[in-house]
């Protein structure tokens, strides 16, 4: 059996300062161990569904249950965060420490955690990510890609099932993001978290299991990223592009080739052009 | 430019000072200080002197570490010098001359008592990282919850400070640059032009200082902080024998500050 993780019964969420609401009238289930990409625009409420999950927001309307425990439950809010890990877009304001392991060990620490055993998941959460090593660095002097597997280490100090980020990969050079992406991919498929990460990459779309698309508060698609993307007139009405590879297929289809846009590595999309062409002219 | 500042700064190493409990430092040091403006012979300056220059040698501290602190105190210190040797009643060393024997004695003990203290409080900073001294005056501060004082928040709030100073400098930096690019100037010009031209940089770094913290913020609470109440910690400061020693010595050197004052 199937269990949903994570489940938005119709939200909506308006800024006590703005007019309109930046959600609309969500409804999400989140399946647990699996990969979930939303993708959208600037301002069309990627970041604060991020921040509904782990209720530093709490919906206008509507309800946000993370394991059946609604978040608008005031009593819960410590378990709901231990629970739903976030990380954010900017490395430097999430890391509140000197030191690496004394930045990881920050949540366990909240959480009233006995010392040695602070100190044996600073050590596990640290390995996870490949930051093992740099433990006694300063966090300031690191790459970004390095902060921002730190802030991931210091997320799953807390041991949540669920890990949501935030657009980790915004700031980063394209090794830090693909260092990010391949930590937070290996997290899912390996160790078993949910992930629900939140991006403008389409490339950092292609290994998920889901592709949701945010548009003005609301979800505009969602689907198998192959199937999303593959819309590629939707893509564009709603002010995003599609990967290179899709692209590709895209052109060759509208000069008049049969192919399947549904190819989002390089290799399938090759093997897509060649069989397609055999298929031509044999 | 704005690297060079040492403030607060941190050398990690493993010596019998290093290993010291923050909370035994830091009051050692308010007993160092007390030793230090009780001295008031040659005798007693000779014994702090002694005295630093020992935790110097036991916490490896070159002496060339404190002088480069010194510097931006340069002013301030000759400033001390200058008046005590000008404004001191006594005897002129020569007729008509307004320097006096008692002033060249003073202003030389000034200098020494303004050396020695710096180099007693950056003895502490340089062996003691900013997280333990935070977690140490916590910990030494924490009867003043009595009285309501958010000890607590108080040392957050300057451990957070600490790990911002360089993020900060490094954007005052970036400002900086991209205001000289627009052909700002900041090195010509009088005081009051240079404090004018620097307003173009406090204000976006203010601004970005404030989004900085509302970040924070939420980054904390998401990692569950909700303030110092059930808080445990990592590395629970522990006081070793070591510390015990430290104490006693500090005791019989206050002890022998206070007996040479009475005595001489």
Redesign the interface.
Known sequence: MTMNIIEFKNVHYLYSDYEEETIKGIDLCIEKGSFTVVLGRNGSGKSTLA?LT?A?LIPTEGEVLINGISTADESKF?DI??EV??V?Q?P????????V??DV???????????EE??DR?TGSLKQVGMYELRKH?P?LLSGGQKQRIAIA??LA?QPEIIVLDEPTAMLDPQGREDVVNAVTKLCREKGFTVLMITHHMEECIGADRLIVMSDGLIAADGTPASVFSDVEKMESLGLDVPETVRILYDLKKEGFDLPLTSLSTEECAETIIRGNLNKYA | MLKDITLGQYFPSNTVVHRLDPRTKIVLCIVYIICLFQANTWLAYGLVLALTLSVMALSKIRPSAILKGLKPLIIIIALTCLLNLFYTKGTPIREGWPITYEGIERAVQMILRIVLLIAGTFILTYTTSPIELTDGLELLLNPLKRLKFPVHEVSMMMSLALRFIPTLIEETDKIMSAQKARGADFESGNLIQRAKALLPVLVPLFVSAFRRADELAVAMESRCYHGGEGRTRMNPLKMKKADAFAFILGALVLAGFIILRILL
């Open positions: 921040k782990n530093i410590i965060r231990s890990g976030l954010f900017n430097d304001n999430q890391i509140v420490a000197n030191v392991e004394e060990a920050f949540a366990p620490e909240n959480l009233g955690v006995p010392s602070i100190r600073v300063a300031h210091g997320v807390m």
